[in-house]
């Protein structure tokens, strides 16, 4: 399966100007979430050469506005895609969606998208003192599973830990914000542990992870390294 980064923002100044979010384009029918600033993301989505009419599903990790800001944009060009929401997204994004004549759908629990395509369903995390709905992308093919998140809130091993129990012992790869930034040393060691202990071969850490985690996985997974730039695709 075929993962492209549209767009990713992981700096401070990035913050600043709102260039900061992540946004995938998962096989070729498939995004997941929108960016930060719409306008990045429309731009690239020309840029790369994106099919926006081949969408099928535009699946949402979680509400926050660097996830959700090129909604609107995407679904003017294309509102036949389902777009794939938490149960508890909150009413405005809801709106987007209803006024660009879109369908939305809730994932309370797993759900099949498309061919050797899930979306987690609705698990909970934190982030600054309040609670965070978020789902993932789980993806298929000749390697195993791997796993597709926006900011991994809920905790990038337990969320591993939960598509093993579901899809079982392989999983490949793991890409996408994995919400270390800020973390103490001797935590990013036991998570970086702990995704190798689970079988993980290899990580793309983007977006939310935070400089020291990546560098941490860097040096931890060597080979499994996946340095992911935008317009750039990773083979899982």
């Not at 990790?61 to 938490?86: E, Q, Y």
């Not at 998208?113 to 992308?137: N, P």
Request: proline share 3%.
């Amino acid at each position: 399966m075929r993962i492209q980064l549209i767009a990713q923002g992981s700096t401070a100044e990035d913050r600043k100007t709102e260039n900061w979010g992540v946004s995938f384009l998962v096989g070729k029918d498939t995004l997941f979430d929108t960016f930060g600033k719409p306008e990045r993301f429309l731009a690239n989505i020309k840029t790369f050469g994106v099919d926006v009419a081949r969408l099928k599903n535009v699946v949402i990790s979680h509400d926050d506005w660097d996830h959700t800001a090129g909604l609107g944009d995407i679904l003017k060009l294309n509102n036949r895609a389902d777009v794939i929401i938490c149960p508890h997204t909150r009413q405005d994004v809801r709106d987007i969606i209803t006024a660009s004549g879109a369908r939305a759908v809730e994932s309370r629990e797993l759900l099949e998208i498309g061919d050797g395509m899930y979306a987690t369903g609705e698990l909970s995390g934190a982030a600054g003192g309040r609670d965070v709905f978020e789902q993932a992308l789980v993806v298929q093919s000749s390697r195993g599973f791997s796993l597709v998140t926006g900011c991994a809130h809920p905790g990038i091993v337990p969320m591993v830990e939960l598509v093993k129990n579901r899809f079982g012992p392989e999983v490949y790869c793991v890409v996408g914000g994995l919400h270390m930034k800020g973390m103490e040393e001797g935590r990013i060691a036991r998570v970086v542990s702990d995704l190798k202990r689970l079988g993980i071969k290899k990580v793309a850490p983007l977006h939310c992870t935070g400089e020291a985690a990546v560098r941490a996985m860097k040096e931890g997974f060597r080979d499994g390294f996946i340095e992911l730039k935008e317009g750039k695709a990773a083979e899982v």
